[in-house]
């Protein structure tokens, strides 16, 4: 594959420039999207990179061109796959109204989808290929970073007050979601048996920790319509 000097592109007009690079990230994003279902149907040792490319409608070498290897293009996959479902998990528990529905609509939102069984399977890797590690530790920290965001912005928003802080709640929900996934493919547990899993850990029984309407008491005669919980 020929490839485009620096000199080369410093010369270039500037529209040229910029549809090489509109061209590269799409071409990036074919190839993600094809590997992403081969991956998650055959596993990283089950499918070839000429598959890949054949599905994505492109050249083997352009799947070393912008990743490397095969192995850096699966990693790449799950992590942009579990980023996804995390954006969509959000927006989704967003529009509820109550915190169980909240935190009912971000665990089956979650766990629900193959995305972090994947992720797993990267991390796995990451074993065996120190170098791609970084990735999924930017991954790992985005999750975290990004769960944070959302949810002390639905606190502030909706006068939520928890006993755990934002950071701890949302980096303790991405621990939960990894553990049970990884225990619960392991035992070959369904999806309802997952959700069933997280919610029933992210309950009372974990550690009490409550999302309630600020203002709320904390009696223990009080009734249960008044205590609107989320734990997180």
């Known amino acids: 594959m020929k490839t485009t000097s620096a000199k080369d592109r410093s010369s270039a ?16 994003s074919r190839l993600l999207d094809a590997a992403s279902g081969l991956f998650k149907e055959r596993g990283v040792a089950g499918v070839s990179i ?9 050249f083997p070498s352009q799947i070393t061109y912008y990743f490397r290897t095969k192995e850096a293009l699966f990693v790449e996959a799950a992590c942009r796959d579990v980023l996804y479902v995390a954006r969509a998990a959000e927006q989704n528990a967003g529009k509820q109204l109550s915190p169980n529905d909240y935190t009912r609509s971000l665990v089956e939102s979650v766990m629900r989808t193959d995305a972090v069984g994947f992720f797993v399977e990267a991390m796995t890797l990451t074993r065996r290929r120190q170098d791609l590690a970084p990735l999924v530790e930017r991954t790992v920290e985005r999750l975290h970073s990004e ?22 709640s949302a980096r303790r929900f991405w621990a939960i ?12 547990r369904s999806a309802d ?4 899993e997280m919610l029933r ?3 009372p029984q974990a550690d009490g920790a409550r999302l309630r309407l600020v203002g709320a008491t904390d009696s223990s005669d009080e009734a249960p319509q008044d205590k609107m919980e989320k734990h997180q």
């Open 193 to 196: 048996d997952l959700v069933a």
């Open 147 to 168: 769960g944070l965001r959302a949810y002390a912005a639905e606190m502030i928003a909706r006068g939520w007050h928890s006993r755990l802080d934002p950071e701890t």
């Open 50 to 58: 000429a598959e890949i490319a054949s599905a994505a409608d492109a």
């Open 13 to 28: 007009p500037k529209h040229a420039i910029r549809a090489t690079r509109t061209a590269g990230r799409q071409m990036r």
């Open 201 to 203: 850990l992210l309950g």
């Open 177 to 188: 979601a990894i553990g049970v996934t990884i225990e619960g493919h392991a035992m070959g």
